[in-house]
Nanobody, 117 residues
Framework: VQLQAYGGGLVQGGGSLRLSCAAS????????MGWFRQAPGKEREFVAR????????YYTDSVKGRFTISRDNAKNTMYLQMNSLNAEDTAVYYC???????????WGQGTLVTVSS
C-alpha cells in the first residue's frame, strides 16, 4: 500500500492542524493505521494508532486530549486532528500501515509541522 501524508505547515502555539494520510494500492480497511513523528535531533516516536474499523484508538500520553486519530475507509484516508499545539509538537509526521500494531510495514513520506511559540 502506498501512503501520502499531507496537511502539515506552520501554526502558532495553541493553534490546530489536521493531517491526512491518503492510501492507495491495496484494501485500506485491511490495515491498522498509525501516526508517528520525528522531532529535530530525536528518534521517531509513536503518536497514535487506529484499528482497521476505526473503532479502537490509542495515543501516546503527551497528545492525549489534544489529538484525535480517525479514518474513513470509504475514502481510503486517515486523519490526525491536532489541537492546542505547542512547540514540543514540532516534528515531521509520518503515517504508517500494517497488518497489526506490531508491524508497520508501510510508511508515508512525512509532512512537517512547525509550531511557533
Amino acid at each position: 500500500v502506498q501512503l501520502q501524508a499531507y496537511g502539515g505547515g506552520l501554526v502558532q502555539g495553541g493553534g490546530s492542524l489536521r493531517l491526512s494520510c491518503a492510501a492507495s494500492g491495496r484494501t485500506f480497511s485491511n490495515y491498522a493505521m498509525g501516526w508517528f513523528r520525528q522531532a529535530p535531533g530525536k528518534e521517531r516516536e509513536f503518536v497514535a494508532r487506529v484499528s482497521r474499523s476505526g473503532s479502537s484508538t490509542y495515543y501516546t500520553d503527551s497528545v492525549k486530549g489534544r489529538f484525535t486519530i480517525s479514518r474513513d475507509n470509504a475514502k481510503n484516508t486517515m486523519y490526525l486532528q491536532m489541537n492546542s499545539l505547542n512547540a514540543e509538537d514540532t516534528a515531521v509526521y509520518y503515517c504508517a500501515a500494517g497488518p497489526d500494531y506490531t508491524k508497520w510495514n508501510y510508511w508515508g513520506q512525512g509532512t512537517l509541522v512547525t509550531v511557533s511559540s
